[in-house]
């Protein structure tokens, strides 16, 4: 039986990148959506060009009143949402998969979007549809990384962790959803309790192996909710930026412009800064890293330290936030049945999994090193 996806989105950034590695699959029909007819043709032609065979697209508004006839007429089983930003968005791509009884995930990164679809889910399991949020680098990959060493430790403490992407300047979507809490407060976790710091501040240089020094600042991710209630972790934080520094310096003016008042909307500055960073693309090294610091106590009680470091070279960042659909894509082939409910999709792919849909070990480097702190 042929498995029907369509993808919300299907000719941007991470929408191209999902359908490029969906495109091959056996057991598979790709239907790409969006509201622009010439782009849509465009992607179409582009895919079928490379060898695409089972693939046909929907010109139209996921949004829209369309959508759920569109759904059925098309005989969709499994929807893959890229549209962002989804700061500010609704359950309405979600909602409308509900009513016509169809299987859903997204890539959304947005704190408040990850932890609200929980709203959705007594409507999901009466329908028995599946709706996963969150299928990215955060919070599946992070999660993923820290459940499969969560054995050695007895308590887990205090977690940090960020992202420092290449120079590669991602959609525009993309920009404007992380610069969305430009100068605006972010709640972490300090010692138990709620602990605000600004977005895009707090600007700190990270030592990442194979990247050297990188310049990151808070970021708000649903890892800062998940974590605590996951792991029981006191102390969270995310950081991420870009790798040129002088990126990072940009975000951070903007920030506190945002934060002085001298800057009422961070959105329009977000398309200039996406134009800037395109510019300065050709100076950067190709490189990303997703990282992990993870602090508790091991299992016979004393102080243990989890470093975890996923690198990506030749510009193949991009990648990994894209595949974690990709991953649950290829389970759903295999035969996995995931539980019908709306919730994030964290525990729902494993590491293993994960870097088996990216398949590019040649460009994609896992480290994770244990070590006992000084007392």
């Known amino acids: ?16 990148i999902i359908c490029r590695y969906l495109m091959h699959l056996p057991g598979l029909h790709l239907v790409l959506s969006g509201r622009d007819p010439l782009k849509l043709a465009a992607k179409l032609d582009a895919l079928r060009a490379e ?98 060493h969560r054995g050695r430790f007895s308590r887990i403490e205090r977690i940090e962790h960020g992202i420092s992407s290449s120079a590669k300047m ?15 407060p972010i709640l972490q976790l300090k010692d138990g309790r709620p602990h605000p710091v600004i977005g895009w501040q707090g600007l ?3 030592t990442l192996p194979g990247l050297g020094r990188r310049l990151v600042a808070n970021v708000d991710v649903p890892d800062l909710d998940l974590f605590a209630e996951r792991y029981g972790a006191h102390t969270l934080s995310f950081k991420a930026g870009a790798g040129l520094k ?13 934060k002085l008042g001298l800057v009422r909307d961070p959105a329009p500055w977000a398309a200039r800064l996406h134009r ?9 090294d190709g490189l990303s890293a997703l990282y992990i610091d993870v602090h508790g106590l091991g299992q016979d009680g ?54 088996r849909a990216i398949d590019d070990p040649d460009h994609l480097q896992l480290q994770v090193n244990f070590s006992r702190p000084p007392v």
């Not at 929980?118 to 299928?135: K, N």
């Not at 290829?330 to 049945?337: P, Q």
């Open 1 to 16: 039986m042929t498995l029907r996806v369509l993808v919300v989105g299907g000719y941007g950034n991470f929408g191209s």
């Open 51 to 148: 060898g695409a065979r089972a693939c046909s697209g929907w010109c139209g508004d996921a949004m829209g009143g369309q959508w759920v006839a569109a759904l059925k007429e098309l005989n969709i089983d499994w929807v893959i949402h890229t549209g962002g930003p989804f700061q500010g968005q609704s359950y309405a791509v979600a909602e409308g998969c509900i009513e016509a009884g169809i299987n859903y995930c997204d890539l959304a990164d947005c704190r408040q979007f990850v932890g609200g679809i929980g709203a959705l889910d007594a409507r999901a399991r009466a329908a028995g549809v599946t709706l996963l949020s969150g299928c990215s680098s955060v919070p599946t990959l992070s999660t993923a990384i820290i459940d499969e």
């Open 246 to 258: 002088i990126a990072g310096l940009a975000n951070a003016l903007l920030a506190q412009a945002v």
């Open 170 to 184: 991602p959609g525009l979507s993309t920009i404007e959803g992380v610069l969305a809490y430009a100068g605006r």
């Open 302 to 355: 004393q102080p243990l330290t989890m470093n975890a470091q996923l690198t990506a070279t030749h510009d193949h960042g991009p990648e990994i936030p894209s595949c974690a659909a990709v991953a649950v894509v290829h389970k759903l082939l295999a035969g996995h049945v995931p539980a019908p409910g709306a919730r994030s999709s964290a525990g729902e792919v494993s590491v293993q999994e994960y870097l």
């Open 276 to 284: 800037c960073g395109t510019w300065f693309e050709g100076f950067g």
């Open 204 to 206: 700190t240089l990270r």
